[in-house]
């Protein structure tokens, strides 16, 4: 890719050097396959078991030792792999309708229960015009009939940062043997998860996400309910053998997906650290986009406030100007941001999240999403207003 400012890392995170480096080298020290009976195959399989227990201890510490780790070749198939789970068939599941496409599609294909007559059923949560979940319609539609809830941690569009905590306290007294499902790919090695506190029972981890060249992978504890977590773990053993839904790990891809969790949650210049330089990026970019509306004279706003955000996002809607005008004109310049999800780019209609917070579909046709990562820099956050405002004279 040319130089350019890359202000779409929540689309897609360019790997780290190092992690590239390690990448390399397990490819070569592990070629064979880790399902082989052979000697090579076992030493891949034993790598890609102390990949999994590396991540879970840097993600959960002391805890990690409770927790699951399945692979996958991306965030989206861990999130389909949990919904095929025989036992949600037929369910009643509470989501929101803000959830990435991903966790949508899955939840709607897992209720539909092929052998009986009978449907499951989804219930779903609007979110505010700041982007978080309505948690007295949240309350109001959870009840003990709900076997499922499924939401995000972080909306990868409008960076909206739920209060997992909360939302397990309602589920404790409305539905307590509900199964507690988080989308934190956005999070993930990123923002502090509350693991325990919110008794998560199933997340997801996407490669791309967090500086690693591919994979992912889904986090499972069941807290307790041993039979719960036999079916589950059983399940997914199936879709490997003999189903075949789903492909072998690479030894590669496992270890170096490992490695950026790693250094993300564990170096001294991991997380913390990265969380302070994100976070005045994130500050000094709101303060930019006011500058630049008293001196154009612009009505420019930002519906998700930073205290309810997570500082690797900021959402901005510029009200008559197209987004994806925009997008193309700034990307003609260098700058890479982008108009909502990557992953419904082609979808005419915005996604009901960036109509939340916009107000309107045609308000929600004018959002602009600028997502961090570890490369971001403050000179490019200049660079990039006044490219921004070459464009916005140009449009």
Same mark, same amino acid.
């Given at each position: 890719?040319?130089?350019?400012?890359?202000?779409?890392?929540?689309?897609?995170?360019?790997?780290?050097?190092?992690?590239?480096?390690?990448?390399?080298?397990?490819?070569?020290?592990?070629?064979?396959?880790?399902?082989? %009976?052979?000697?090579?195959?076992?030493?891949?399989?034993? *790598?890609?078991?102390?990949?999994?227990? +590396?991540?879970?201890?840097?993600?959960?510490?002391?805890?990690? +030792?409770?927790?699951?780790?399945?692979?996958?070749?991306?965030?989206?198939?861990?999130?389909?792999? !949990?919904?095929?789970?025989?036992?949600?068939?037929?369910?009643?599941?509470?989501?929101?309708?803000?959830?990435?496409? *991903?966790?949508?599609? !899955?939840?709607?294909?897992?209720?539909?229960?092929?052998?009986?007559?009978?449907?499951?059923?989804?219930?779903?949560?609007?979110?505010?015009?700041?982007?978080?979940? +309505?948690?007295?319609?949240?309350?109001?539609?959870? +009840?003990?009939?709900?076997?499922?809830?499924?939401?995000?941690?972080?909306?990868?569009?409008?960076? *909206? %940062?739920?209060?997992?905590?909360?939302?397990?306290?309602?589920?404790?007294?409305?539905?307590?043997?509900?199964?507690?499902?988080?989308?934190?790919?956005?999070?993930?090695?990123? %923002?502090?998860?509350?693991?325990?506190? !919110?008794?998560?029972?199933?997340?997801?981890?996407?490669?791309?996400?967090?500086?690693?060249?591919?994979?992912?992978?889904?986090?499972?504890?069941?807290?307790?309910?041993? @039979?719960?977590?036999?079916?589950?773990?059983?399940? %997914?053993?199936?879709?490997?053998?003999?189903?075949?839904?789903?492909?072998?790990?690479?030894?590669?891809?496992?270890?170096?997906?490992?490695?950026?969790?790693?250094?993300?949650? /564990?170096?001294?210049?991991?997380?913390?650290? &990265?969380?302070?330089?994100? !976070?005045?990026?994130? @500050?000094?970019?709101?303060?930019?986009?006011?500058?630049?509306?008293?001196?154009?004279? &612009?009505?420019?706003?930002?519906?998700?406030?930073?205290?309810?955000?997570?500082?690797?996002?900021?959402?901005?809607?510029?009200?008559?100007?197209?987004?994806?005008?925009?997008?193309?004109?700034?990307?003609?310049?260098?700058?890479?941001?982008?108009?909502? /999800?990557?992953?419904? *780019?082609?979808? /005419?209609?915005?996604?009901?999240?960036?109509?939340?917070?916009?107000?309107?579909? @045609?308000?929600?046709?004018?959002? &602009?999403?600028?997502?961090?990562?570890?490369?971001?820099?403050?000179?490019?956050?200049?660079?990039?207003?006044?490219?921004?405002?070459?464009?916005?004279?140009?449009?």
């Amino acid at each position: 890719m040319r130089e350019c400012i890359y202000f779409d890392s929540a689309a897609a995170m360019s790997a780290r050097s190092e992690i590239l480096d390690s990448f390399k080298e397990y490819t070569l020290r592990y070629p064979a396959n880790p399902e082989a %009976l052979h000697s090579a195959g076992v030493e891949a399989a034993m *790598a890609i078991k102390r990949a999994g227990e +590396d991540i879970t201890t840097a993600l959960i510490g002391s805890f990690g +030792d409770d927790y699951a780790l399945t692979w996958s070749s991306s965030a989206t198939e861990a999130i389909s792999m !949990a919904f095929m789970f025989p036992y949600f068939k037929g369910k009643v599941i509470l989501t929101t309708d803000s959830e990435h496409p *991903a966790m949508q599609y !899955a939840v709607e294909r897992s209720v539909f229960c092929e052998a009986s007559t009978s449907s499951g059923v989804v219930r779903k949560v609007s979110v505010n015009s700041d982007g978080l979940v +309505d948690l007295e319609m949240f309350e109001a539609k959870l +009840d003990s009939d709900v076997a499922v809830v499924a939401v995000h941690h972080v909306q990868n569009e409008t960076g *909206a %940062l739920q209060d997992l905590c909360e939302l397990r306290r309602i589920i404790n007294r409305k539905a307590p043997d509900a199964i507690f499902i988080v989308d934190t790919v956005q999070s993930i090695a990123k %923002l502090a998860i509350p693991w325990q506190e !919110a008794k998560i029972n199933i997340a997801f981890i996407g490669g791309h996400k967090v500086g690693a060249p591919s994979g992912g992978a889904l986090i499972s504890n069941f807290y307790g309910n041993s @039979k719960l977590r036999t079916a589950f773990r059983n399940h %997914l053993s199936n879709l490997r053998s003999p189903e075949h839904y789903i492909g072998r790990p690479d030894t590669a891809i496992c270890m170096a997906l490992a490695d950026a969790v790693v250094y993300a949650e /564990s170096t001294p210049l991991g997380k913390t650290e &990265l969380l302070g330089k994100v !976070a005045h990026l994130n @500050k000094v970019l709101r303060a930019k986009f006011a500058d630049l509306a008293e001196k154009m004279n &612009l009505k420019i706003l930002m519906p998700v406030p930073a205290d309810s955000a997570t500082p690797y996002i900021v959402t901005v809607l510029i009200p008559t100007f197209q987004s994806e005008i925009l997008v193309r004109m700034l990307a003609d310049k260098g700058v890479m941001v982008s108009a909502g /999800s990557a992953c419904e *780019a082609s979808n /005419s209609k915005p996604s009901q999240a960036l109509i939340a917070i916009a107000g309107s579909e @045609k308000s929600a046709r004018s959002v &602009l999403r600028v997502s961090f990562s570890c490369k971001s820099q403050i000179n490019e956050v200049e660079q990039f207003i006044s490219k921004l405002t070459q464009v916005l004279i140009e449009y």
